[in-house]
């Protein structure tokens, strides 16, 4: 069962929706306004939001933007209900993070189709975060959404300090030289020589505290990740 959230004002569509998507087995809150809507999504969990773009305070666009740049709701997927015809908004809203949309007036076996497929893709996702994910105490590695946090606040790296301290965090205790760190984490950019990985390194430790004693340097060879000195 999957609880999903309904941004929609038109009392007939959300009379439609609570029953059909109750009938698949969900939860299902609906929020007759963008406010609302935020209101509850800052209150609880939603696996799933089914969005409104014409809605009475504020339109659906401006809601969309703020789910996908607030802490800890950026990641749940948005569906878009937008009147038809309406490629400008559906372009912008794709552009800005939707996941996908549904033009009204929708089929509701399109509609749950949709449901079904995000919501499957969303479970496959986790499962895979879920393996590939490296932890140390309370620092989290997420390789698939490419997100470090550290007791549970996200920590912002850029991608090349996301690789290296991946890089060395899953492969505890071996010491590697610049030039095999630059292996892994340079993708060809010009930009990361081996050199400059001693200034990814220290900008990285400034970034991970207490974990930055973690990235041990290793005289003579190179770095050198060790989780026994957290401080
Ligand atoms: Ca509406």
Redesign the pocket.
């Known amino acids: 069962m999957s609880r999903i959230l309904v941004i929609?004002?038109?009392p007939d569509i959300q009379t439609l929706l609570r029953y059909n998507l109750q009938r698949e087995g969900h939860d299902v809150v609906i929020a007759g306004t963008g406010s609302d809507g935020l209101h509850e999504v800052r209150r609880q969990p939603f696996d799933l939001i089914l969005l409104?773009?014409?809605?009475?305070d504020r339109d659906g666009i401006e809601v969309c933007r703020i789910l996908r740049t607030s802490k800890g709701m950026s990641s749940i997927p948005i569906i878009m209900v937008t009147a038809k015809g309406d490629e400008s908004e559906i372009v912008l809203g794709l552009g800005i993070g939707a996941d996908d949309y549904v033009t009204k007036p929708f089929r509701i076996k399109e509609l749950l189709a949709r449901v079904k497929v995000r919501l499957s893709r969303n479970r496959e996702d986790e499962i895979e975060a879920e393996k590939q994910r490296i932890q140390i105490d309370d620092l989290v590695i997420d390789p698939v959404r490419h997100r470090v946090t550290i007791g549970g606040e996200p920590s912002e790296l850029t991608l090349t300090e996301f690789k290296l301290l991946q890089f060395l965090a899953s492969h505890p205790g071996i010491a590697y030289t610049r030039y095999d760190i630059l292996e892994h984490v340079g993708d060809g950019d010009s930009v990361v020589t081996d050199r400059t990985i001693d200034v990814h390194v220290r900008n990285l430790r400034s970034k991970i505290k207490p974990y930055d004693a973690c990235i041990e340097t290793v005289r003579g060879i190179g770095y050198r990740f060790d989780e026994r000195r957290r401080t």
Request: hydrophobic content about 40%; cysteine-free; charged content about 50%.
């Open positions: 929609e004002d038109e409104d773009l014409m809605l009475p």
